[in-house]
T-cell receptor
Framework: EAGVTQFPSHSVIEKGQTVTLRCDPI?????LYWYRRVMGKEIKFLLH????????ESGMPNNRFLAERTGGTYSTLKVQPAELEDSGVYFC????????????FGNGTRLTVT | SQQGEEDPQALSIQEGENATMNCSYKTSINNLQWYRQNSGRGLVHLILIRSNEREKHSGRLRVTLDTSKKSSSLLITASRAADTASYFCATGDTGRRALTFGSGTRLQVQP
């Protein structure tokens, strides 16, 4: 079984530019989550998809962030325009089943905004 | 303090010793999970304990949960150099589906 894959693994962009992160969850997993870790702090929740629907987007910091999951398969997270404070590691995770089902994480995308 | 806050932030021990990490949280939970992250990799699920359980074991891992104190501990017995990683607790809150993570404990096991 292929795991959760994220692309790219690293991205360095200038302030004001746009970056799109991609996540391919484990096949068949309806739940897809985006998290972010900034500067060694806590891993913060961004949003949760169930299939193609946004179930909870309460963690999205502002309207510069746009997440999509067309067709309920892979997901993209776009940051436009990027700011310095957006730097961090963006993790994607997927799960299937109920609330107690473990999350399967990708290796993350390290975003650096200069 | 933050939901799912781990203590200590960093821990260095010798191989063979036991490592204990603590987690405190604020809200009502359905379950609490521990994850491990090796440097540059994604988080890997270790163990889950439900709110009606007090202790759980899995191999060299022992997790306790005290809902009255809103705290949990992860004990790794007979540590190995390969246990070197960051460890995160994550709570499954009653009000939402997504897990809430803390900032983690960095464990260094010296060979």
């Amino acid at each position: 079984e292929a795991g959760v894959t994220q692309f790219p693994s690293h991205s360095v962009i200038e302030k004001g530019q746009t970056v799109t992160l991609r996540c391919d969850p484990i096949s068949g997993h309806d739940n897809l989550y985006w998290y972010r870790r900034v500067m060694g702090k806590e891993i913060k929740f961004l949003l949760h998809f169930v299939k193609e629907s946004k179930q909870d987007e309460s963690g999205m910091p502002n309207n510069r962030f746009l997440a999509e999951r067309t067709g309920g398969t892979y997901s993209t997270l776009k940051v436009q325009p990027a700011e310095l404070e957006d730097s961090g590691v963006y993790f994607c995770a997927s799960s299937q089943g109920d609330k107690s089902s473990p999350l399967h994480f990708g290796n993350g995308t390290r975003l650096t905004v200069t | 303090s933050q939901q799912g806050e781990e203590d200590p932030q960093a821990l260095s021990i010798q191989e063979g010793e036991n490592a204990t990490m603590n987690c405190s949280y604020k809200t009502s939970i359905n379950n609490l999970q521990w994850y491990r992250q090796n440097s540059g990799r994604g988080l890997v699920h270790l163990i889950l304990i439900r709110s009606n359980e007090r202790e759980k074991h899995s191999g060299r891992l022992r997790v306790t949960l005290d809902t009255s104190k809103k705290s949990s501990s992860l004990l790794i017995t007979a540590s190995r150099a390969a246990d070197t990683a960051s460890y995160f607790c994550a709570t499954g809150d009653t009000g939402r589906r997504a897990l809430t993570f803390g900032s983690g404990t960095r464990l260094q096991v010296q060979p």
